[in-house]
C-alpha cells in the first residue's frame, strides 16, 4: 500500500503565483486533512473533508482553497501564494467507520514563497 | 475546542535514562488522545492512542502513555532511552463530533545524548 502520498515534494513560488498541492490516498478512507506545519507552532488544520463532495475549513483557512470529487484525492490550492505561507504542508487521511482511527499523514511538501 | 499543551519544547536525556514527555489536555468530553513521532524531514507516525479502553496504552519502540482523567493528563514515558527515539514528539486530541480534527500540542524536541 502506498499509503498517502504527496507531490510535490518541494517547491518554491513566487510572491502572487498560484499552484496546487497534491494528495492522494489509497485506503478508502472517508476523511483526509491537511496541516501546515510551522516551527514552534505545531501543526494546524488547513481545511478538512468528511467525504467526496463535503469539505470545511479548519484553524488556518485563508488564502488556501480544497476540494473532493472523489474519495482518493483531496488537493489544497493555493490562490495567491505570499511569504506567510511558508511552511511544510502535510496531507492526512483517517477512517470514519467504527469510530475513528488513526490518522495516517503523507510525507510532506516543502514550500518556499519568495 | 479541545486543545493540549506540551510542556517543554526541548527535552535532553541520556542513552539509558528515562523519557518522559509530559501532555494536558483539555475536553469537557472524553477525548480521543495521541502521540505522534516525527524524525528529521519526514511525516508523523502513531506512537500510541487512547481512546476510552485501558488507561495505561502501550505504543511502538518501547512507549507507553497513562490517561489520567483526574489530572487531564497524557504524559509520554520510555523507560530506557535510545539514540534513535531523538526526534519531535507531538500530543494530540480530537473529541468525538468535533469533526474529527486533531488539534495538536506545539511538540517537543527530545535529544539523547551518549
Known amino acids: 500500500n502506498a499509503g498517502v502520498t504527496q507531490t510535490p515534494k518541494f517547491q518554491v513560488l513566487k510572491t502572487g503565483q498560484s499552484m496546487t498541492l497534491q494528495c492522494a490516498q489509497d485506503?478508502?478512507?472517508?476523511?483526509m486533512s491537511w496541516y501546515r506545519q510551522d516551527p514552534g507552532m505545531g501543526l494546524r488544520l488547513i481545511h478538512y473533508?468528511?467525504?467526496?463532495?463535503?469539505?470545511d475549513q479548519g484553524e488556518v483557512p485563508n488564502g488556501y482553497n480544497v476540494s473532493r470529487s472523489t474519495t482518493e484525492d483531496f488537493p489544497l490550492r493555493l490562490l495567491s501564494a505570499a511569504p506567510s505561507q511558508t511552511s511544510v504542508y502535510f496531507c492526512a487521511s483517517s477512517s470514519l467507520g467504527q469510530g475513528y482511527s488513526e490518522a495516517f499523514f503523507g510525507q510532506g511538501t516543502r514550500l518556499t514563497v519568495v | 475546542a479541545q486543545s493540549v499543551t506540551q510542556l517543554g519544547s526541548h527535552v535532553s536525556v541520556s542513552e539509558g535514562a528515562l523519557v518522559l514527555l509530559r501532555c494536558n489536555y483539555s475536553?469537557?468530553?472524553?477525548?480521543?488522545l495521541f502521540w505522534y513521532v516525527q524524525y528529521p524531514n519526514q511525516g508523523l507516525q502513531l506512537l500510541l492512542k487512547y481512546t476510552s479502553a485501558a488507561t495505561l496504552v502501550k505504543g511502538i519502540n518501547g512507549f507507553e502513555a497513562e490517561f489520567k482523567k483526574s489530572e487531564t493528563s497524557f504524559h509520554l514515558t520510555k523507560p530506557s532511552a535510545h539514540m534513535s527515539d531523538a526526534a519531535e514528539y507531538f500530543c494530540a486530541v480530537i473529541a468525538p463530533g468535533s469533526g474529527y480534527a486533531l488539534n495538536f500540542g506545539k511538540g517537543t524536541s527530545l535529544l539523547v545524548t551518549p
Open positions: 473533508s468528511v467525504g467526496a463532495g463535503i469539505t
Open positions: 485506503m478508502n478512507h472517508e476523511y
Open positions: 475536553s469537557s468530553v472524553p477525548p480521543y
